[in-house]
């Protein structure tokens, strides 16, 4: 048997019959394929860690303790994590915005992430309101982590380079986070 919708019946062998729809609220929900598409985006932009800022590059520590859990009453605080480190990404781009890469796909690619970045805020903004016991050792452990960053940027004079560290920082959290975190809600 073959339904054929349109916007306020379904047609069963040549019979009307009106059905109602009721909308799933998808708030409060973390995107998975918005995540995947910005770690491709972001991956892509630069490709592999340059050769040339090898000798630059540093090590920030990874602040994994935000985005582990060891039991379900804990995925609250590891969407928390999440969202915050989003709004994080954002305002380091926000405060920089002014860099355009070493070439137009680069760019366009940086301005793609940024633009999924804050869709990705923007949908899942009821998170932050959420409540998790563990989340300020959490957000407290990002803080770190995303000062480190800026203040790498800053002295590293915002070059290519440091751009470039940026970029593997976020390729590596994006990744942990797909990855790692099997009981966070993600809408596939």
Request: charged residues 30%; neutral net charge; contains cysteine.
């Amino acid at each position: 048997m073959s339904l054929l919708y349109n916007d306020k019946y379904r047609v069963v062998k040549n019979k009307r019959q009106f059905i109602k729809v009721w909308s799933r609220p998808t708030n409060c929900i973390l995107r998975e394929y918005l995540l995947k598409r910005s770690y491709t985006v972001i991956e892509t932009a630069g490709g592999l860690f340059p050769v040339q800022c090898l000798d630059e590059n540093v090590v920030i520590p990874f602040p994994q303790n935000a985005f582990e859990s060891d039991n379900t009453d804990q995925v609250t605080g590891v969407e928390k994590s999440v969202y915050q480190t989003l709004e994080n990404i954002n305002a380091l781009f926000e405060k920089f915005e002014d860099y355009t890469g070493p070439d137009q796909r680069f760019t366009e690619n940086w301005n793609e992430f940024r633009g999924l970045v804050y869709r990705q805020i923007k949908e899942s903004k009821c998170i932050k309101s959420e409540a998790a016991q563990d989340f300020p050792s959490r957000e407290a452990s990002l803080k770190v982590y995303f000062e480190t960053i800026t203040s790498t940027l800053k002295e590293k004079d915002f070059s290519y380079c440091a751009w470039e560290i940026v970029r593997k920082e976020i390729l590596h959290t994006l990744k942990f986070v797909l990855d790692v975190n099997s009981n966070v809600k993600f809408l596939r």
